[in-house]
């Protein structure tokens, strides 16, 4: 699944931008607060309008401190998926259980050099893990292909039956990198400057999910 990251689109015209990339599976956001990371960008209400101007599934990814605080709202505010960030929440299975009472997929994310082995079993209560493949914070940022083991893991424990969910990562996903992604087991990839900066959106996502696929099916 592709998720475009809005954070790569032009502010003034996010519906028109939403509507760029149609044929996406999420419309991929990133709720910045400039205390857990050193960026301020959109909130809930931005998530409220969005939710009203397109059909996507609206994938939340909250960059913030006090998540267990925030997190529900997101999902009541209509979106499908909320991710929150382990380093910032103080519970974070009574979060994810509060997100999904919401409505919504709870969504657990790691840093680059946070390890997973010591949430493998809480994320039984999530739908997705989120590995970032970037220092959270700013878009256009290199892909980190060290942090790809994190994802065979976490690949390797849905496939055994020991989780089921999404596991998607975010951050300098491109048609250059997205083929080692999927080969190490992602299965939702956001992609922002690979979407927006292309001329023609659409056509960069068709191409990314190609990609993609021929790359889990080699």
Not at 118 to 146: C, H, N, S, W
């Amino acid at each position: 699944m592709i998720a475009p990251s809005i954070l790569s689109a032009d502010f003034a015209r996010l519906g028109e931008e939403a509507e760029a990339v149609s044929n996406a599976d999420w419309l991929h956001i990133d709720v910045m607060d400039a205390h857990f990371v050193p960026n301020l960008t959109l909130g809930l209400p931005v998530v409220k309008s969005l939710h009203r101007a397109t059909d996507l599934p609206l994938d939340c990814h909250l960059m913030i401190d006090d998540p267990d605080r925030w997190a529900p709202g997101y999902a009541e505010a209509g979106a499908a998926n909320v991710t929150f960030h382990v380093e910032a929440a103080a519970d974070p299975v009574r979060t994810a259980r509060a997100v999904r009472a919401a409505g919504a997929l709870a969504g657990l994310s790691l840093k680059p050099g946070t390890p997973i082995e010591p949430y493998l079993e809480i994320l039984r209560e999530f739908d997705t893990l989120l590995v970032m493949t970037v220092e959270p914070g700013f878009g256009g940022q290199e892909f980190m292909a060290e942090v790809l083991p994190k994802v065979r893991l976490a690949r390797s424990h849905v496939t055994a039956g020991h989780l089921r969910l999404f596991v998607e990562v975010d951050g300098g996903i491109s048609l250059d990198t997205i083929e080692a992604a999927a080969e190490a087991g992602a299965d939702v990839f956001v992609a922002g400057s690979a979407v927006y900066g292309a001329d023609d959106p659409a056509k960069a996502v068709a191409e990314l999910r190609d990609r993609a696929r021929s790359a889990m099916a080699g």
